[in-house]
């Protein structure tokens, strides 16, 4: 669970509660004041997005190839996105699953 403490007090989420990444940083352009932070939370925000979004498509793809089960952890955390797995070699892929999965991942990649 995400939690906030501002001006001595605790403030978190509910379990089911959503907060959107823009919301949280109006929320703390309002707390800091500044627009300089506000800008910096801001870019901040986006890249973590963009970094969550390449992670999940990095997932999805991963979903579609039978036999990666015990290894799409090590994937992901190695190439993280799927422009990065695309870059690399056979070779690469096949020191983390093997030859013949990597095999199945390069022509997934290249379809």
């Known amino acids: 669970m995400i939690q906030f403490k501002v001006l001595g007090i605790d403030k978190s989420p509910e379990p089911d509660q959503t907060v959107s990444v823009e919301t949280l940083v109006i929320w703390l352009f ?23 979004r390449d992670k999940r498509n990095l997932i999805n793809f991963l979903n579609n190839i039978e036999g990666l089960k015990l290894f799409k952890k090590e994937l992901v955390k190695r190439f993280r ?3 990065n797995l695309r870059k690399a070699s056979k070779e690469e892929i096949a020191q983390i699953v093997g030859k013949k999965l990597a095999n199945k991942i390069y022509l997934s990649l290249v379809s």
């Open 81 to 83: 996105n799927v422009e």
């Open 30 to 52: 309002f707390i800091t004041g500044s627009l300089a932070s506000f800008y910096l939370l801001y870019i901040s925000a986006k890249i973590l997005k963009q970094k969550l």
